[in-house]
C-alpha cells in the first residue's frame, strides 16, 4: 500500500532543497499559463468586437425582391427553336418593382413561426441629402425603429439623440456621422431629403447615427416607415425589405431556403452575406489558438528539462531510497508529486497573474471616432479559457514529470552506489 504522506513530504523535501530549480520550473508554468490567458482573453474580446460590429448589423435573413433577367426569354415560346443553339444579346430584366410583393402577409406569417424572434420591414430609398450649397447622394431607410431597437443593437450606435425621439417625431431622421460632419449639421437642425424625382421634404435631425463603418456612415440615415412612405409617394403596404432575426441563428440557411420557394423571393442568410467576414475571423482564431498552445508547449518542455536535471542530481537518494525498502514505482509517485505540485502551483499563479494583466488591458482608454461605443480595450473572461489553462498546465506537467520518473524507477541502486 502506498504512503502517501512519505511521498509527499520527500517530494516536499526535494522541492525546498533544491529552491531554485523548483521556483525555475514553477516560473516556466506561471509565465506559460499567465501569457496564454492574456492572450487568449485579449484576442477573442478582439475578435468578439469585430464579430459584434459587423454581425450584430446584420439581421439572420434579409428578405427582398431582387431584380434580375427573366428565367425564360422570348425566344423560347418558338418551338422551330427547340433544340438548337440560341446566342441573345442585350437581356433586360424582368418588368418589376424593388418591393416585395404581399409584403404585410409575409411579415404576419413570420411572426407566427415559433423560430422567429422577430421580423422588421423596411424601405430603402435613394436620395440626395441638402443643406444649402451641399448636396450629397445617399439613401434613407424606413424603419419601425422601437422593433429594431428590441431586435438589434441599434440604439448602441445612437450617439446624439435617442430612438423614442425618432419614434415621437414623424418627420425626424437620425443622419449618418459622416453626413452630418460633411455638412455640418447637429441635433435639432433641418435637413432637406430630394428624391430622384426631384421632390424635396424637410426633415428634422433627431439624432446622429454612428455605426464605425465609415462606408455607411457617410450615406445612410434612418427615419420612420411611414415617413419614407410618405416621402415616396407609395402606400404603407410598400415595403423593400425584411430584416428576420431568430431563436438559433443555426436555422438560418434552411429558413431562408424555405422562404425563396414558398413565397418567391430572394433571401440571404447570415452565413451568405458574410462569408468572407467569417472566413476572416476563423483565421484570427486558429493563429491565437496556435500561438496560446505553443506558449503552453514550451512551458512544458521547460518543466521536462528542470526534472530530468533533478533527477540525475538525485542518483544518490534514489539509490538510498531503493537501498531502505522504498520500490521503483515509490520512486516514481515522488518526482510524479514533485511535477505535479509544480503545476499546480504554478498554474494557480499564472491564471492570477493572466487575470490582473487582462484586467489592466480592459482598462487600457480606446478611443477612436470610428468605434464611439468602445471606451477601453475589448477582453473576453470566459472561464472556459482559465479551465482550459490549469488543465493544460497539470497535463503538461504530468508528461514532464512521467518521463523523467519513469526513468528514475528503473535506476538500479547497485549501479549507482558503485559508481558504474
Do not use: C
Not at 514553477?26 to 501569457?35: C, K, N, Y
Not at 470610428?370 to 473576453?380: D, E, G, K
Request: a neutral charge.
Amino acid at each position: 500500500m502506498t504512503n502517501w504522506k512519505v511521498i509527499l513530504g520527500i517530494a516536499k523535501t526535494h522541492l525546498l532543497t533544491k529552491m531554485k530549480s523548483t521556483v525555475t520550473a514553477s516560473l516556466g508554468v506561471t509565465f506559460g499559463i499567465g501569457a496564454y490567458i492574456t492572450l487568449v482573453s485579449f484576442m477573442t474580446g478582439l475578435n468578439g468586437m469585430l464579430d459584434d460590429l459587423v454581425l450584430n448589423q446584420t439581421p439572420h435573413i434579409h428578405v427582398y425582391n431582387e431584380i434580375e433577367p427573366s428565367a425564360e426569354q422570348p425566344i423560347s415560346l418558338y418551338e422551330k427553336f427547340d433544340g438548337g443553339l440560341n446566342v441573345i444579346h442585350s437581356i433586360r430584366p424582368k418588368q418589376s418593382q424593388l418591393k416585395i410583393h404581399n409584403a404585410l402577409p409575409i411579415l404576419h406569417y413570420l411572426k407566427e413561426q415559433e423560430n422567429v424572434k422577430g421580423a422588421t420591414p423596411q424601405l430603402r430609398s435613394q436620395i440626395f441629402y441638402l443643406s444649402g450649397s451641399i448636396e450629397l447622394g445617399g439613401n434613407l431607410v424606413g424603419v419601425d425603429i422601437m422593433e429594431e431597437v428590441r431586435l438589434s443593437n441599434i440604439q448602441e450606435y445612437i450617439v446624439e439623440g435617442s430612438p423614442e425621439a425618432l419614434r415621437n417625431t414623424d418627420n425626424g431622421i437620425l443622419l449618418g456621422s459622416g453626413l452630418a460632419k460633411k455638412m455640418s449639421l447637429g441635433v435639432g437642425n433641418r435637413v432637406q431629403i430630394s428624391t430622384v424625382k426631384g421632390t424635396v421634404f424637410p426633415l428634422k435631425i433627431v439624432g446622429i447615427y454612428q455605426s464605425g463603418i465609415a462606408e455607411i456612415d457617410n450615406v445612410q440615415s434612418f427615419a420612420n416607415l411611414k415617413t419614407v412612405q410618405k416621402i415616396q409617394g407609395e402606400a404603407e403596404n410598400y415595403v423593400t425589405d425584411i430584416n428576420i432575426k431568430l431563436h438559433d441563428i443555426s436555422e438560418a440557411v434552411p429558413m431562408a431556403r424555405q422562404l425563396e420557394r414558398q413565397f418567391k423571393i430572394k433571401a440571404t442568410d447570415i452565413n451568405e452575406a458574410n462569408a468572407q467576414f467569417e472566413t476572416g475571423t476563423n483565421i484570427r482564431n486558429i493563429i491565437t489558438y496556435a500561438v496560446s498552445i505553443t506558449l503552453l508547449i514550451v512551458a512544458g518542455f521547460g518543466i521536462y528539462n528542470i526534472l530530468n536535471m533533478l533527477i540525475y542530481e538525485k542518483m544518490k537518494d534514489i539509490a538510498i531510497l531503493k537501498a531502505t525498502g522504498f520500490s521503483g514505482r515509490d520512486v516514481q509517485l515522488i518526482f510524479m508529486s514533485q511535477a505535479m505540485i509544480i503545476g499546480v502551483a504554478g498554474g494557480i499563479v499564472g491564471l492570477i497573474i493572466g487575470f490582473f494583466l487582462s484586467r489592466i488591458i480592459d482598462n487600457i482608454p480606446f478611443e477612436t471616432e470610428a468605434l464611439p461605443t468602445i471606451s477601453t480595450f475589448p477582453v473576453n473572461y470566459n472561464p472556459g479559457y482559465y479551465v482550459i489553462g490549469i488543465i493544460f498546465a497539470l497535463i503538461s506537467t504530468f508528461i514532464a514529470g512521467y518521463l523523467p520518473s519513469n526513468k528514475a524507477k528503473k535506476i538500479d541502486p547497485v549501479h549507482i552506489i558503485r559508481g558504474t
